[in-house]
C-alpha cells in the first residue's frame, strides 16, 4: 500500500485498517455499515468500491478474508499500528517519558534537600505533597492544552496534503467522493484526538506521581540512613527499567546509548534543581 492517497479505494483502505486496528475481525456488512454511518447522506459509497478495496489490501498482504469476515495479517497489524499512530496519535509515549523524568528528578529533589537539612517526617511529606501535585498539575495542563493544539495542527497538515493528492484524479465524482469521504474521515479523527489528549495528559500525571511517591515512600519508611539508600535505588531502577528501557524500546537505540542519555540528563536536572535551591 502506498504511503500517498491516490483514488477512492486508498481512503477505504484507510479506513478499513483503523477499524480493524480497533477490531481484530470484521464482517463486509459491517465494515460497509461503518463507512455508511461515516459518510451520512452527504456520498454514497457502493459495496463495488468497498470490494475493490478490500482486494487490494489482501493482494498487499495486509488483511486476510474469510467467508464474509476480514481480518489483519502480522503486517497489516502493523500497517494499522503505524497509520493509528500517525493519524490519533494513540501513543502517549512523550507523555510517559515526561511523567517518569519529572517525578524522578523532583523524587530525588526532596530526598536529598530532606537528608541534607534533616528535615521531619511531616515536613519532608509536605514538601513532597506540594512539589509533585504541581509537577503532576503542570504535566496534564501542559500535555492536554499543547497535546491538543499540535495533534490537531498536524492533523490538518495530513489532511492538506492528501486533499492535494486526490486532487489529481482525473475522475471528477470518485475525486469528489474521495474528498468528502476524507473531510468526514478527518472531522471524526479531530474528536477522537481531544479524547486521547484527555486520557494522555492524565497518564502523565498519573505516571509523575507514581515515579515520584514511591521513592519518597520508600525514605520515609526505613530509619536513616537506609531510606536514603534504599530510596535512591528506587529511583535508579525506576530510571533503568523503566524509563531507558521504555526510550529505548520507542526508538529502537540500544540500551546502553538510551541508558547513558537518561542518566546524564537525570542527573544534571536533579544538580542543577539543588543548586538553585541552595542559592535560595
Known amino acids: 500500500m502506498s504511503f ?23 464482517g463486509v456488512s459491517e465494515l460497509s455499515k461503518r463507512i455508511e454511518e461515516l459518510c451520512g447522506k452527504r456520498i454514497c459509497i457502493e459495496l463495488n468500491d468497498i470490494n475493490r478495496a478490500l482486494s487490494e489490501l489482501q493482494n498487499e498482504g495486509l488483511i486476510t478474508k474469510k467467508g464474509e469476515y ?13 497509520w493509528r499512530s500517525l493519524l490519533l496519535k494513540s501513543e502517549p509515549v512523550l507523555e510517559i517519558v515526561a511523567g517518569l523524568t519529572d517525578g524522578s528528578v523532583t523524587s530525588l529533589m526532596v530526598i536529598i534537600s530532606s537528608f541534607l537539612a534533616k528535615l521531619s517526617s511531616k515536613l519532608t511529606i ?16 501542559s500535555f492536554f492544552l499543547g ?18 493528492s486526490l486532487s489529481d484524479n482525473p475522475d471528477k465524482g ?70 531507558a528501557r521504555y526510550r529505548s524500546k520507542m526508538t529502537k ?12 540528563i537525570i542527573l544534571a536536572a536533579t544538580l542543577a534543581s539543588i543548586l538553585l535551591g541552595l542559592n535560595l
Open 126 to 141: 509536605f514538601t513532597a505533597l506540594l512539589t509533585l501535585a504541581s509537577v503532576a498539575i503542570t504535566n496534564f495542563s
Open 174 to 243: 470518485q475525486r469528489l467522493k474521495s474528498i468528502e469521504l476524507l473531510k468526514q474521515v478527518f472531522s471524526l479523527l479531530n474528536r477522537e484526538v481531544q479524547k486521547i489528549n484527555i486520557i494522555s495528559a492524565v497518564l502523565c500525571a498519573v505516571t509523575t506521581l507514581f515515579a515520584g511517591f514511591l521513592p519518597i515512600t520508600l525514605y520515609l519508611t526505613f530509619p536513616a540512613p537506609y531510606n536514603f539508600i534504599a530510596s535512591i535505588t528506587l529511583v535508579g531502577v525506576i530510571v533503568i527499567l523503566l524509563l
Open 4 to 26: 500517498e492517497v491516490q483514488d477512492l479505494y486508498d481512503v477505504i483502505k484507510i479506513i478499513t485498517l483503523l477499524i480493524l486496528g480497533k477490531n481484530s475481525r470484521i
Open 253 to 264: 537505540v540500544p540500551l546502553k546509548i538510551t541508558l547513558l542519555e537518561t542518566l546524564v
Open 70 to 82: 476480514i481480518e489483519l495479517t502480522s503486517v497489516g497489524l502493523k500497517i494499522s499500528d503505524d
Open 147 to 164: 497535546g491538543v493544539t499540535e495533534d490537531i495542527s498536524e492533523i490538518i497538515a495530513i489532511k492538506r496534503l492528501m486533499d492535494y
